[in-house]
T-cell receptor, first 109, second 116 residues
Framework: GQNIDQPTEMTATEGAIVQINCTYQ??????LFWYQQHAGEAPTFLSY????GLEEKGRFSSFLSRSKGYSYLLLKELQMKDSASYLC??????????FGAGTRLFVKA | EPEVTQTPSHQVTQMGQEVILRCVPI?????FYWYRQILGQKVEFLVS????????KSEIFDDQFSVERPDGSNFTLKIRSTKLEDSAMYFC??????????????FGNGTRLTVT
């Protein structure tokens, strides 16, 4: 079966660092994506990993371990506007990308 | 920046009616997708479309659903005989032509479908 697990909710303080974990079991793997989704809006692309290791992009970094079926998204210098859902998604063999249920992040002052 | 556009933003229909959701993907993209998100739930894959044919579809995408690219710019999702459980946000997405495997999805703003 296909399974992507991530925590339902997290809370962090403005200016802090937060790590959102994701574990996956999928039939086929062509890369892992992180998307941000504000309430009532469409998901927007944040990062992509296909090889093991860390990808850094400004305040956002994403890590992948294919052997462990594990990824995390690291957000630094949190801002209030970072309050959103963060979706872990895996591109399986072919054209399909499947999504986890998302982690709702609350950033408090 | 080019974007995916969807119309209408909100559609209300009665159970049993047919609806057509419309999308204009980014112009140089070749891979097109429909996803749906029931309120409070995860984004679910429905179908992918490439080279004028369905390339992959999920179990959700049964005979009730169909997709079409009627001209060079539009991409439509038709839902026949709508049911209450079809109420959801429907997102259209497209991805770039080169190396479809690592190209991210570019989503439209969605059509909120309400079936009464």
């Amino acid at each position: 079966g296909q399974n992507i697990d991530q925590p339902t909710e997290m809370t962090a303080t403005e200016g802090a660092i937060v790590q959102i974990n994701c574990t996956y079991q999928t039939s086929g793997f062509n890369g892992l994506f992180w998307y941000q989704q504000h309430a009532g809006e469409a998901p927007t692309f944040l990062s992509y990993n296909v090889l093991d290791g860390l990808e850094e992009k400004g305040r956002f970094s994403s890590f992948l371990s294919r052997s462990k079926g594990y990824s995390y998204l690291l957000l630094k210098e949190l801002q209030m506007k970072d309050s959103a859902s963060y979706l872990c998604a895996v591109k399986t063999g072919g054209f399909k990308t499947i999504f986890g249920a998302g982690t709702r992040l609350f950033v408090k002052a | 920046e080019p974007e995916v556009t969807q119309t209408p933003s909100h559609q209300v229909t009665q159970m049993g009616q047919e609806v057509i959701l419309r999308c204009v993907p980014i112009s140089n993209h070749l891979y097109f997708y429909w996803y749906r998100q029931i309120l409070g739930q995860k984004v679910e894959f429905l179908v992918s479309f490439y080279n004028n044919e369905i390339s992959e579809k999920s179990e959700i995408f049964d005979d009730q659903f169909s997709v079409e690219r009627p001209d060079g710019s539009n991409f439509t999702l038709k839902i026949r005989s709508t049911k209450l459980e079809d109420s959801a946000m429907y997102f259209c997405a497209s991805s770039e032509p080169q190396d479809a495997y690592n190209s991210p999805l570019h989503f439209g703003n969605g059509t909120r479908l309400t079936v009464t």
